[in-house]
């Protein structure tokens, strides 16, 4: 009898900051640009005798899971592991599929996106870049049989989150799998779970060709220099996705030129990021701003919080900034084109209570190293 040799391998997915774009991404078709962050999600693999999960920054220690059918049980109940849970489960299906025999590993997940002293969200997409990871690990072991390229761990990632929230624009899932910075066009939800009612077989939708859906990468002007900025206040995004959401319905006149002023603002700073123009980037991120504040004071959402404006105003001194995401917290990006001007940035907005974070942008997204 053959022994298997060991396994021990560590896959990396980088967080996501949203440049532009907000709210309107999750219409599909609509643009937004994305970017990888070097602050990552660590995934590492060992062999096992049997499926076993560590998350110890969460107290989550050794739980055990089985598959029945495409379900996932645990040992252990807790609703933090939904996301992988359904990661778990849509790659059994494909495996399956594939006639493969997953080999039972212990995964053991760590986190470097959140604050390491308090444990708030700075907002980097931590629940995007988890599924990247996992599916990652997972499809590694296969890659003999299975070669796993970016854009099949992108769409398994984009139906697990999915199967998870029923909704999502992927963009996040996007900076995570690709890394880099990412002019993103978000697929139809809707037509994927019709495709995984009617084709049955995952391979299938995973080949197929997504509508809407755009990933193509960015490259900055040379001279154009991202800085991020952390509120210290986390948001809450549930409730004020369902008052945009509420707008959308309610109010599709408003809501309709709120998508007219972010395309064209979007426009404006890809433009500006083709011809590799810091000023015209910069522009297309203070209308972007004003789109975002013209959606909040029809839906009555706060998505530029007191902390947001200040952030936002002193990068005006220097460059342009805005909020990234969802806003009501979480994190706020500027724009400068001279290098030297960052330290009197990040001065300023230390003063004003903002905390400078020592990000850039991650080039590869989700990689695999074996150890």
């Known amino acids: ?68 059918g495409d379900s996932v049980q645990f040992s252990r109940e807790d609703p933090r592991l939904r996301f992988i849970a359904n990661a778990l489960s849509v790659f059994t299906r494909l495996a399956r599929e594939k006639s493969l025999s997953p080999r039972p590993l212990h995964l053991t997940i760590t986190s470097e996106l959140d604050d390491a002293a ?40 984009s139906i697990a989150h999915l199967k998870t929230q029923g909704n999502g ?10 890394g880099g910075w990412i002019h993103y066009k978000a697929f139809r939800p809707d037509w994927v779970f019709a495709r995984l009612r009617e084709v049955k077989k995952i391979s299938e939708l995973l080949e197929a060709s997504w509508p809407y859906l755009s ?76 789109a975002l504040q013209h959606l909040g004071a029809y839906a009555d959402v706060e998505i530029e919080t007191a902390g947001l404006r200040k952030l936002s105003g002193i990068a005006e001194k220097y460059g ?9 917290g979480d994190c706020g990006i500027a724009f400068v084109e001279e290098k030297d001007l960052i330290p009197r940035l990040y001065g300023e907005w230390e003063t004003a209570g903002i905390l400078p974070l020592e990000l850039n942008v991650s080039e590869q997204g989700v990689t695999v190293r074996d150890m």
């Open 1 to 68: 009898m053959k022994l298997m040799s060991p396994i021990h391998y560590q896959v990396k997915a980088p967080g996501k900051l949203m440049i532009a774009g907000e709210y309107a991404v999750i219409e599909p078709g609509q643009p937004a640009v994305v970017a990888a962050v070097d602050r990552y999600i660590t995934v590492d693999a060992k062999d096992s005798s049997e499926n076993v999960l560590s998350l110890p920054q969460l107290g989550i220690e050794e739980v055990v899971w089985h598959t029945e």
């Open 118 to 157: 308090s444990g708030k969200k700075y907002g980097l997409g931590s629940s995007a870049a988890i599924l990247v990871s996992v599916l990652a690990a997972l499809l590694h072991i296969h890659r003999r049989e299975l070669p796993a390229t970016k854009d099949m761990i992108y769409k398994l990632a």
């Open 169 to 178: 624009s992927g963009a996040d899932l996007a900076a995570s799998t690709y």
């Open 215 to 290: 990933i193509p990468p960015l490259t900055p002007p040379p001279n154009l220099h991202l800085c991020v900025g952390w509120t210290g206040k986390a948001a809450a995004t549930g409730p004020m996705v369902e008052n945009i959401g509420l707008v959308r319905e309610k109010q599709p006149e408003v809501y309709g030129l709120f998508l007219q002023e972010s395309v064209a603002a979007v426009a404006q700073l890809v433009e500006g990021f083709n011809k590799l123009d810091a000023g015209q980037v910069m522009a297309g991120m203070a209308a972007n701003r004003r």
């Open 320 to 328: 342009a900034g805005k909020s990234s995401g969802a806003g009501g």
